[in-house]
């Protein structure tokens, strides 16, 4: 599976953006899809996921109420829609799928097999 994420950007303290992982090489049913972020000096940290089947979505509290996941599956794409942005939300955002990523693993970083590469979020204050 390869993955590749978009929608990053510079954006001012209360705005918006979607990010967007676009998977290939194989259909995301079945997959848990994640995104983490990672700022510098800081350890890469969990935002969101999806659970394999699709039903459950898991939000890290740090971000519950402003961000939320989703997928389309005609696209075979992940997003994370980030609202209500915040400077300390400036950070490399990552997207992960796994095939094997039971409900209880969901938030770590290690039970997910496929990363994209990256896309950057900088929000100014």
């Known amino acids: 599976v390869q993955l590749q994420a978009s929608g990053g950007g510079l954006v001012q303290a209360g705005g918006s953006l979607r990010l967007a992982c676009a998977a290939s090489?194989?259909?995301?049913?079945?997959?848990?899809k994640g995104w983490f972020r990672q700022a510098p000096g800081k350890e890469r940290e969990f935002v969101a996921a999806?659970?394999?089947?699709?039903?459950?979505?898991f939000i890290a509290d740090v971000v519950k109420g402003r961000f939320t996941i989703s997928i389309d599956n005609a696209k075979n794409t992940v997003y994370l829609q980030m609202n209500s942005l915040k400077p300390d939300d400036t950070a490399v955002y990552y997207c992960?799928?796994?095939?094997?990523?039971?409900?209880?693993?969901?938030?770590?970083?290690?039970?997910?097999?496929?990363w994209g590469q990256g896309t950057q979020v900088t929000v100014s204050s």
């Open positions: 992960a799928v796994g095939s094997t990523v039971i409900q209880s693993s969901l938030s770590i970083a290690s039970a997910y097999a496929y």
């Open positions: 090489g194989r259909t995301l049913r079945g997959y848990a």
């Open positions: 999806l659970s394999r089947n699709g039903g459950s979505s």
